[in-house]
């Protein structure tokens, strides 16, 4: 259903609140509160009702309704003092008023405004255990959704809508007609003698394939910690599977099919190759998305990497790169503030401004908005290392690989900047085979001042001279100011080299 107040459009099939037809976060719990209210408009909603509609009857303290309420008036530019759509009945809860010229449409299954973005819905996880254990099971599915819904290329279907579902046997085809789902979750939980076992696994909800499934075995000790680390390798994973998914559907269509959001997933596997060829299609491809859709902010937070690869590699230089890559970073979290990805690669555009206090607090924020998303921690990890902070980025680059089993090669980088710093030559040398990027300069400079630090004279002239095969122009120490090097790294990598035999 389309519900349209004011500015507002809220789209119960999509599970959006759009502002002037502009996409509004909301977490997925304040979004099935705002649901519940404007579909009763009129009606006092009491505060049991809203606890069984939006936490399935689970026990929840005051504090949490009210900063439910608190989110989703601020949403709507309500107050506590002006209560324009959401008006609290002192002493029996809450009611939604609808201005004049309000109206509704049914959309049959689909939503008002087509979405370009992969649909998921988390079913209910089954409880498997001997004993009553049901609410473990639907926090779990509940957690699962929050940290899913961070995924900002992903529209979760909100939990008031999958739970309707709840211990039914639902087929794909009602979940396509009536959530619009294209990714169905699906799991079971069971706890026996002090551990617990959960299961979980992605069908595809067109072709009915099984993309991913996995079983985590945990010790019971602390049941909610246990919860919260399997919550979130669980929503990485999917977000990761889903993303892949989608990105196999876009390649498989013409240039002249792409939308936006098509145009985006296509361009996406330049930043695992980082390959000039590639950088060219991505940038073509990036250019078009903003163009089709000025309003997406995915599209011109990854355009900014694209620009800013013209300054970082020389790929396909034009003028002013850092420039247009901070335009474009810039322009993306005005879109969307909550846009994790964006706020990453705003944090980057700042480290090659060589601005580390705008760099960390960017980042922070890019963080805790998603902590789960391995992209964004192993791209934060990488840069903390380059700037020196070896043991923090070391930190975020292991959580990434850890929520990314298949992760790209470059992950690594942290780690052999930080095995680099302390010595351990030999080392950096098996990073580099683990970064397996042999036609990156970035490669062979590093083994070039490992082999160096070694008195692998023969050997570090080889790696020198591969690097200059496929950067020519390559100067090493305006390539580590550039990249925001520490003056004891910048020291430290240069002596390498020059055991390797650099001349500068």
């Known amino acids: 259903m389309l519900y349209r107040f004011g500015e507002f459009e809220l789209d119960t099939e999509a599970f959006e609140l759009r502002r002037n037809r502009a996409r509004q976060h909301l977490e997925p719990l304040v979004f099935d509160f705002l649901s519940h209210l404007v579909a009763n408009a009129g009606r006092i909603v009491s505060r049991d009702e809203v606890v069984e509609q939006v936490w399935n009857g689970r026990a929840v303290s005051e504090a949490t309704i009210s900063g439910c ?3 989703a008036r601020k949403a709507l530019g309500d107050t506590g003092e002006s209560q324009t759509f959401i008006k609290t009945i002192r002493g029996r809860g809450f009611q939604f008023l609808m201005p004049e010229g309000s109206g509704t ?19 209910p996880f089954s409880n498997l255990s001997a004993e009553f254990d049901e ?39 009602t979940l396509r007609e009536q959530l619009n789902a294209g990714y169905v979750v699906e799991g079971s939980v069971r706890r026996a003698a002090g551990r617990v ?11 009915g394939g099984h993309l991913w499934a996995d079983n985590f075995d945990r010790e019971m000790e602390d049941i909610f910690s246990v919860q919260d680390e399997v919550t979130r390798t669980i929503a990485a994973a999917l977000g990761v599977k889903v993303q892949d998914a989608a990105q196999q559907r876009a390649m498989k269509k013409n240039r002249a099919e792409l939308d936006a959001y098509d145009c985006v997933l296509r361009a996406r596997p330049y930043t695992v190759t980082l390959s ?17 859709d000025p309003s997406n902010a995915d599209a011109h937070a990854l355009l900014a990497n694209v620009y800013l690869a013209e300054h970082r590699f020389g790929s396909n230089p034009r003028p002013d790169p850092i420039g247009r890559a901070l335009a474009m970073a810039e322009k993306a979290v005005h879109l969307d503030p909550q846009n994790a990805y964006a706020r990453c690669w705003l944090a980057i555009v700042h480290f090659f401004q060589r601005d580390n206090d705008k760099f960390e607090a960017e980042a922070r924020r890019a963080l805790a908005l998603n902590p789960n998303d391995p992209e964004i921690l192993a791209d934060i990890g990488h840069f903390l290392a380059f700037m020196g902070e070896f043991e923090r980025g070391l930190e975020l680059s292991l959580k ?18 930080f095995h680099y710093d302390l010595g351990n030559y030999a080392e950096v040398l098996a990073d580099i085979r683990k ?9 062979h400079l590093f083994a070039a001042a490992a082999l160096g630090q070694l008195d692998r004279r023969e050997d570090a002239a080889k790696a020198l001279a591969e690097m200059f095969r496929l950067k020519p122009d390559c100067v090493p120490r305006d390539e580590l100011v550039k990249w ?3 003056p004891e790294d910048l020291e430290h990598l240069l002596e390498g080299l020059a055991k390797a035999g650099l001349k500068e």
């Not at 449409?105 to 079913?123: H, N």
């Not at 639907?138 to 211990?167: H, M, P, Q, Y």
């Not at 076992?197 to 072709?207: G, Y």
């Not at 929520?403 to 780690?415: A, D, R």
Request: overall charge negative.
């Open 435 to 443: 970064i397996a990027m042999p036609e990156f300069y970035w490669s």
């Open 484 to 486: 925001n090097a520490a």
């Open 276 to 292: 000039a060829e590639m950088h060219a299609e991505a940038r073509d491809l990036l250019e078009t998305a903003v163009r089709r």
């Open 69 to 71: 309420v608190k989110s």
């Open 197 to 207: 076992r959960i299961s979980c696994q992605l069908i595809d909800a067109v072709t």
């Open 400 to 417: 990434a690989r850890e929520l990314n089993p298949l992760h790209p090669g470059w992950y690594h980088f942290s780690t052999l900047r």
């Open 135 to 173: 609410y473990f099971a639907d926090g779990l599915t509940g957690d699962i959704l929050t940290n899913l819904a961070r995924f900002r290329d992903l529209l979760v279907i909100g939990r008031t809508s999958t739970f309707r579902f709840k211990g039914e046997q639902v087929s794909l085809d």
């Open 105 to 123: 449409e049914d959309t049959g299954g689909t939503s008002g405004v087509a979405s370009e973005q992969p649909v998921i819905a988390v079913l």
